[in-house]
């Protein structure tokens, strides 16, 4: 079983639409998680986290943590154009210290 | 700006010869991880210095080591290269949340 799940997509809605992106993890006993975007050639960008259960919003971001699910996702608000990327859901390890990422799953937003 | 600067941007290697990747950090980042990302897969943890000692490794063969200096820079090295090395290289400072820097895209041929 892979640590941190993610589909991969293409994920594609309508510009102005709610784009939701899930993600699943394995350990129970992590305690960080992390959105990042990945734009094509470039490196990932820290774009949310949440360490608590329950929602987390900044801006048109919302982040979402049901540990007891082992569930984590992304909301993003009237999305744009500009936010097709691919978005990669991290995981504390149970170092502490290394992140587990999913494989990322790649939206596309459609003028 | 994460303050984390990497070079070169890309490299071409041939298989079996040796890369030195190059990553530096602002003042006070005094923990470095490194990671591999393959094309299409999430970045992989490669190991994690700290105060330029290795506290963490993750499945990766010991020809991939690394340096920490006491600049805060860093280096990742490479011996024997094989096809598979070919990834992108991300270096992130560490101090509560992983930022990435601009990484280097590694080509072995």
């Known amino acids: 079983q892979k640590e941190v799940e993610q589909n991969s997509g293409p994920l594609s809605v309508p510009e102005g639409a709610i784009a939701s992106l899930n993600c699943t993890y394995s350990?129970?006993?992590?305690?960080?998680f992390f959105w990042y975007r990945q734009y094509s050639g470039k490196s990932p960008e820290l774009i949310m986290f949440?360490?608590?259960?329950g929602d987390k919003e900044d801006g048109r971001f919302t982040a979402q943590l049901n540990k007891a699910s082992q569930y984590v996702s992304l909301l993003i608000r009237d999305s744009q154009p500009s936010d097709s990327a691919t978005y990669l859901c991290?995981?504390?390890?149970?170092?502490?210290?290394?992140?587990?990422f999913g494989k990322g799953t790649s939206l596309l937003v459609t003028p | 700006e994460t303050g984390v600067t990497q070079s070169p941007t890309h490299l071409i290697k041939t298989r079996g010869q040796q890369v030195t990747l190059r990553c530096s950090s602002q003042?006070?980042?005094?923990?470095v991880s490194w990671y591999q990302q393959a094309l299409g897969q999430g970045p992989q943890f490669i190991f994690q210095?700290?105060?330029?000692?290795?506290?963490g490794r993750g499945n990766f063969p010991p020809r991939f080591s690394g340096l920490q200096f006491p600049n805060y820079s860093s280096e990742l090295n490479v011996n024997a290269l094989e096809l598979d090395d070919s990834a992108l290289y991300l270096c992130?400072?560490?101090?509560?949340?992983?930022?990435f820097g601009s990484g280097t895209q590694l080509s072995v041929l």
């Open positions: 992130a400072s560490s101090l509560e949340k992983l930022l």
């Open positions: 350990d129970r006993g992590s305690q960080s």
């Open positions: 949440i360490y608590s259960n």
């Open positions: 991290a995981v504390t390890s149970n170092s502490g210290y290394a992140l587990n």
């Open positions: 003042s006070g980042h005094n923990t």
């Open positions: 210095y700290y105060r330029e000692e290795e506290n």
